[in-house]
């Protein structure tokens, strides 16, 4: 039977500004690695088999601080007998890829790796520094089956294109927002971010270690950490959600079962004020939403903001409770206060708490970034908020199982959805009454994945009722989709 074999080909060239060149070691070990012949220094990309594909698309990106001398942005070719490959990974051979860079100084330095676009490595990028330029590279190879053949059949395509980049804006920063340097120029940003895998707390360096392939493409298996995430006092039985009702029309839970919820407070008059909660992600991190801090025309200055981490009823004042101030706050550079949109934030403490059985971090999300695949799935929201005996800022806290919906179905729901969801946002709740309220802003949305419980979701907003006296819990609650945020947190987390 004859066969036949082309290759699909293309790479894409994108200028930004301003960062550092530097020596780093490869963000994903498993996958690629800098290797050298007598041709010089050269990328090594190993994809080891999953299962039976028709058809494989790899992806990569790389960052370059500086210019490239021409439009060449270098190649990804398979490494073996081309007629053969994909029959040979499907049979349980892995296949490897030589990525030749354009330069080698600077290095290029991975930013990502994806496979069947399936993002399977993720690495943080050059970060602002002293040089002028930014190029970032993206090349790709795709094999895939002719009908009626045994080989492999391509097309061949490519296109080159170099955006300029012009001066940053550094005027009129928001003291609260964390100042990227960005271009006027920016290329559209992509509806889903790719998600990262889980990292070993405390953050101390960029450099992450990517999940493992598995049987199933469509997920991606975090590594094991040395410090453990989103494991809390129930996990003797880490695959039952528990079922409770929640917050409002909710119930109480034990000490130390949602040992990353972390309670904010507004210092005032000489006085600690309850404002909001917040989910604890490394020893040093705090993810919250922005409006906690930021409300249209007014914010709290971080001087002022207590963070109580290991904390259980909010009149406790025991040895168990730490207490930090904070050292930054980084709202996030979209974030609009009239509207909501991009509400979350990320504050750093001034020193790292410790971990016990009170207080240990959730994971960040690893799992499908993709909405339609978590709906349906339920979550737990804990919190202070108010419920049916008072309002919030006081006494232990509740919690609620809510399941996830599409947007679609939530648009559908009420008008008012229509200008306050997006595609950086889910929607969560039965309808019933139950669910987050005035005072469990910021607090988590977290989802079993994998054995671990992992943020999804930042409580954002509600309708409030007929009477505006109350949260409208009739209705579904909006939430910042964490997952879409993930380059962003990571970012941020690799700085401070």
Same mark, same amino acid.
């Given at each position: ?11 894409? =060239? ?10 780093? *070691? ?63 990974? *499907? ?7 030589? #990525? ?15 496979? *069947? ?16 330029? =930014? ?64 990292? #070993? #707390? ?46 409002? *029309? ?119 970034? #993709? ?126």
């Amino acid at each position: 039977m004859t066969m036949t074999y082309r290759v699909f080909f293309s790479f894409l =060239i994108l200028g930004f500004l301003s960062v550092c060149g530097q020596q780093f *070691n490869s963000p994903c070990p498993d996958y690629f690695g800098y290797r050298q012949d007598s041709g010089g220094v050269y990328g090594l990309i190993t994809i080891k088999s999953f299962g039976i594909v028709s058809s494989l698309l790899v992806r990569a990106n790389f960052t370059i601080a500086g210019r490239l001398p021409s439009t060449y942005a270098g190649s990804l070719q398979p490494i073996g007998s081309e007629l053969y490959l994909l029959r040979d990974f *499907n049979r349980g051979k892995a296949l490897e890829y030589r #990525v030749t860079f354009p330069v080698v100084s600077p290095l290029p330095r991975l930013t990502s790796i994806s496979v *069947n676009d399936k993002l399977v490595c993720y690495g943080p990028g050059d970060s602002i520094g002293e040089v002028q330029y =930014i190029t970032t590279i993206s090349l790709q190879h795709m094999l895939f089956y002719k009908t009626g053949t045994d080989g492999i059949y391509g097309q061949d395509h490519k296109l080159a294109e170099q955006l300029p980049a012009t001066l940053p804006h550094t005027n009129d920063v928001n003291p609260f927002t964390i100042d990227n340097s960005k271009p006027v120029y920016v290329p559209p940003k992509p509806q889903t971010p790719p998600p990262v895998p889980e990292y #070993v #707390v405390p953050v101390s360096t960029t450099t992450r270690r990517p999940p493992r392939p598995e049987p199933d493409p469509l997920s991606i298996k975090p590594e094991p950490q040395s410090t453990k995430c989103g494991i809390n006092s129930k996990n003797d039985n880490p695959d039952a959600i528990p079922a409770a009702p929640l917050i409002y *029309n909710g119930v109480t839970y034990d000490p130390g079962e949602w040992p990353w919820l972390v309670a904010m407070y507004q210092r005032r008059f000489g006085n600690l004020n309850y404002i909001c909660a917040g989910t604890l992600v490394t020893a040093n991190h705090i993810v919250s939403a922005a409006h906690c801090i930021h409300r249209k025309s007014t914010y709290t200055r971080k001087k002022n903001i207590v963070i109580r981490a290991g904390i259980y009823g909010l009149e406790d004042w025991n040895d168990d409770i730490v207490t930090r101030s904070l050292k930054e706050v980084y709202i996030h550079e979209d974030y609009n206060s009239t509207t909501l949109e991009n509400d979350i934030l990320i504050m750093t403490l001034e020193s790292p708490v410790p971990f016990n059985k009170m207080i240990q971090p959730a994971c960040l999300w690893s799992g499908p970034i #993709v909405l339609n695949e978590i709906v349906g799935k339920s979550g737990i929201v804990a919190g202070w908020g108010a419920n049916e005996q008072g309002s919030g800022g006081k006494g232990i806290p509740r919690m609620v199982t809510m399941p996830v919906v599409s947007t679609e179905d939530c648009k559908a729901s009420k008008p008012d959805f229509h200008r306050l969801t997006s595609s950086r946002t889910l929607c969560a709740g039965d309808r019933t009454g139950a669910g987050p309220c005035l005072g469990d802003s910021g607090g988590g949305l977290y989802l079993l994945h994998r054995g671990r419980w992992r943020l999804r979701g930042i409580v954002s907003l509600s309708l409030l009722s007929d009477d505006e006296s109350q949260c409208d819990l009739k209705q579904y609650i909006v939430f910042t989709d964490a997952a879409q945020y993930m380059p962003w947190i990571t970012d941020v987390l690799s700085i401070t």
